[in-house]
Every structure is written in structure tokens, then in C-alpha cells.
């Protein structure tokens, strides 16, 4: 079976854009025909720059409702956890104290 793809034609601002681009690089005794095919092909990049990024803007909407789907049924699912203390914050202030009481210690001792 053949898939018939129904073409587009091109959006008046594309057009315009390909023929300034073209126009701009239009090299000293070009044709006004040469002009016009390099605007055709110009134009179409653009539509197929276009065609890449709303293909790439739909992956990525899918991407976000996939994962916002699957993060909405655990968060609506989970139940509360019983409340726990928080990490102990590891400090270096009683090794600190520790080293200096047991220095304290020495000196005393030593001082008698």
C-alpha cells in the first residue's frame, strides 16, 4: 500500500528568509534563475530544520508525560513513613575536644 504524504507549501515568511539568505550570498554575475534555485534549496533546510525540532519537541513532551506519570501513582500510593531521626551530622569538634583533653591530661602529668 502506498502512504501518501501531503506536502505543504511553504509558509510565505520561510520563503522570504530563503530568498534574503540567497540574495545575501548572491555572488557577482549570478543569474536571477541560479538565485532562485539556491533560495529552493535554502527553503527547503529551513523546513526540514522545522520538521527535526517539532519532532524533537514531541519526544521530549512524551518523555515529560511518561515521567510525570510514573511519578504520580507513587507519590499518590506511598504511604508516610514512620518518623525517623535525622542523620547523625558527622563534626570534627569532639575528636577536637577529645585531642585536647587527653593533651590537658599529659601536661598535668607531666607538671607533677
Known sequence: ?????????????TQSE??????ATQKPGQSKEQTKLIA????KGIEQYKKQQ??????R?????????????????AVPAPLQAPPAVHSRLPWLLLALSWGLFAAFIALQ
Open 1 to 13: 500500500m502506498v502512504r501518501y504524504t501531503k506536502s505543504n507549501p511553504p509558509s510565505a515568511a
Open 18 to 23: 530563503a530568498l534574503a539568505i540567497a540574495r
Open 40 to 43: 529552493q534549496g535554502i527553503q
Open 54 to 59: 517539532k519532532a524533537k519537541a514531541r519526544e
Open 61 to 77: 513532551d512524551k518523555l515529560a508525560k511518561r515521567n510525570a506519570a510514573r511519578s504520580e501513582p507513587t507519590a499518590a500510593s
